[in-house]
């Protein structure tokens, strides 16, 4: 039997309460003073928490293996991510806040500097994004639809852009237009089946049509298309776990991904304060909220290990409103770690908590990786994470008699 | 390689002899005193092998699934339970101790009340056993066979029983003759393919003059049935693992499981102390013993801490008479959990130890769920607890040169 039936068959609707919030990148390796972000902070909540629930360190895709958001976010929400794949265009455009139909063709798009036929900037000189908004907004003006499909387009950050097009018979089986390295000649995309063609034709008269447009405005003359994908086609999490879920994130990444599980997206605000009320004012009209906290990635990312604490210790001064809410499972986690020594994502295990009227108490002195690791749900791999927040909850009844 | 034919080809006979002795729902949860009713017993011969020998915790199915005793005994004899899914008619007859043979479509059977048509009541207001077994008796000796197709009846519990229908061409893809709620049309079985177009027919038949028979028995004036299915053909103990293996149990259900793998059923008696009595008589004959205790988990499934602890306290002092026989491999463990606090099976671990010549000893300072965590085998799939048994009795040869 598949996962996906299992759980169709198995769950049920009840009026108990999940929230599981994933503080991006939580996880940490030792770095300043030997330790990692979680055991520098001073956490007396999450500590607490530590000593009277269950404890463990979970594997976002598996040993050794470091996600992007997309991916260690669906194993969170109970997909495997090995199984659902997100094209790098869906995931740019979610990550730029647009909506995607299924009608759409999602693409990655960056400005770029072409000299007679030569690709010799595949970045454009990193265009400041202002300048990426002004060329966007003419060609939107110029370019609304080719061959009766709409073309829909948003800047991103410097040279970057997504592209939709939208229409019937589109296909992600498309072939990037991009020759990976300068100095090549430019290349189109082409058609890697029947049909890609449309697809592929409509991609290349796009190029063809900005550079008309944008013929004037070196370093930014032409654009390189990549990555064409469809929305992906997951069942909901109301289909496969009986859940009215809701999604409290602050960046349009993560309200994207939660679109694709078919979350219903509350506005949050900016700061955490904002998403805790948002949590609060929402309390009774869904039964699973999924919180997201963003910056902890960022100052991992950063490499800044003191405002990865920083904020950790402010995450965790905050974390009484949430509790006051009584929820019957709660769970703190991270969608993968990011540790500030690193600079980067990485693919060590995740410390996560669990609190319900069912979990042990592990009676662990904090909550960081290495107290983790001695509780009671050992290590083991995020794509659980569902099924125990679901068991905790009774919402899962027995399989087989 | 699929796992069957790794063990097939690997596994290998020998003299030593393994005992799995699967003391049913073992595993709690914190309750009294915050105690897990394990915690509460007091076990001294478990408490020393969990100081001699290697324990764990393993895991049923997966994280946060509730397994039924079916699927959580055949991980336990080594059988995937995703994989081998016994229906719910062959579980209801086996655990009424009905032989089914491979000609067989089990079912479950309500009596229930119809009035004109009308469902009214679906367990026929719960009639007494014993009213059941004289409406089996007389529906047995009026119902012979239909179509050619033997008839055989078994009385369970206030309103159920199990039917099956034994012959050529029978098939389990038929619907469920049960409209689920009440104040609905009687529902006949229905066929879910052409291949299950006999047996609906038949079952159909069986519902019709049944009603016949018991025109007079309100409230037990018609039948529903259920969960059609046919014996699951599973890959037998011997042949599998070149075992010979027997089962002391006192149960039906069990008992049929054990059938089911290809296990020899001993006269086990009713207490445990009958069941040590049949081990001891049968010892030269098998090299592989299942050795069940049923009440374990009846105790928590009446939310009874106290007399589950009792069960728990009274099985270790009788432990020294199954050591005297000197297993080659002893393993004691449950087959899921039975919080007495949840008063139902649950997901949580399972304490797990096992004492070979080749097993570590863990040093732990009793057998519970929270020191089983600390042991050398960590958590770990139920389904690898074959393999366990068979590599600390030497019965599995390398893999691969």
């Known amino acids: 039997m598949e996962r996906e039936e299992l759980f169709e068959k198995i769950s049920v609707k009840n009026e108990k309460r999940i929230v599981l919030i994933v503080l991006d990148g939580l996880g940490g390796i030792p770095y300043l003073e030997g330790k990692t972000e979680l055991e520098k902070a001073a956490t007396p909540n999450l500590d607490r928490l530590a000593k009277e629930g269950s404890c463990g360190l979970s594997i976002p895709i598996s040993y050794g293996i470091t996600p992007g958001s997309g991916p260690a976010h669906l194993s969170l929400f109970g997909y495997d991510p090995l199984k659902y794949e997100i094209g790098r265009g869906v995931l740019e455009a979610l990550g730029l806040g647009m909506e995607i139909t299924k009608e ?31 060329l966007i907004l003419l060609l939107s003006k110029n370019i609304d639809e ?21 229409g019937k018979g589109l296909s992600d089986e498309v072939s990037d237009g991009d020759p990976q390295k300068e100095g090549l000649p430019q290349k189109f995309p082409e058609p890697l089946s029947n049909r890609g063609r ?50 409290i994130a602050t960046y349009p990444m993560y309200k994207g991904l939660a679109r694709l599980v078919g979350m219903k997206i509350l ?34 990312e950063d490499g800044n290990f003191h405002k990865k604490v920083e904020l950790i210790e402010k995450f965790d001064s905050l974390l009484p409103e949430i509790l006051s809410l009584k ?17 980067s994502h990485s693919w060590h295990p995740v410390p996560f908590l669990l609190k319900s009227d069912y979990s042990f108490d592990d009676g662990l ?32 009844e027995k399989f087989g008699a």
């Open 146 to 166: 080719i061959n009766g499909v709409k073309v829909i387009l948003k800047s991103g950050r410097e040279h970057r852009f997504a592209l939709l097009l939208r």
């Open 198 to 247: 449309k697809t592929a034709e409509i991609a290349s008269k796009f190029v063809k049509l900005t550079e008309e447009i944008l013929k004037d405005k070196r370093p930014a003359n032409t654009v390189l298309l990549r990555g064409f994908s469809l929305y992906p086609e997951l069942p909901s999490m109301e289909r496969m776990f009986k859940l009215n879920p809701a999604a």
């Open 267 to 300: 506005d949050s605000g900016e700061k955490v304060e904002d998403e805790i009320e948002t949590l609060k004012s929402n309390w009774e009209k869904h039964d699973f909220f999924y919180f997201h906290v963003k910056k902890t990635d960022s100052y991992g």
């Open 327 to 343: 929820p019957d499972v709660l769970v703190v986690t991270g969608d993968h770690s990011t540790p500030a020594k690193m600079k």
């Open 104 to 134: 759409d063709v999602a693409v990655r798009g960056n400005f770029a500097t072409i000299e007679s036929g030569i690709i010799t900037d595949r970045r454009a000189g990193r265009i400041p994004t202002d300048m990426n908004r002004d």
């Open 365 to 396: 002195r904090g909550f960081n990786e290495r107290e983790c690791k001695k509780g009671s749900l050992g290590i083991f791999h995020a794509l659980d994470v569902m099924a125990l927040m679901l068991a905790n909850s009774q919402k899962l």
